[in-house]
């Protein structure tokens, strides 16, 4: 499964654990993606795969 939001194009990050003896080990920073259900022109519904932050903007702006 693709972690990757449909609006803004958002996906894995990568990056480092580092412990207290500075060792440094791969790391993936994943996003918020959420699954939510949108009602489209002609009444149907579709389910689009978002980040949590462009949900609060689609909420801010409807």
């Not at 412990?19 to 791969?26: C, E, F, L, P």
Request: proline content about 3%.
């Amino acid at each position: 499964m693709a972690r990757r939001c449909a609006i803004s194009g958002k996906g894995p990050m990568v990056g480092y654990n580092v412990s207290h003896a500075k060792n440094r080990t791969k790391r993936r920073f994943l996003p918020n993606i959420r699954t939510i259900r949108v009602m489209t022109e002609d009444g149907s519904t579709m389910k689009l795969k978002i980040s949590a932050k462009e949900l609060r903007t689609l909420k801010k702006h409807s």
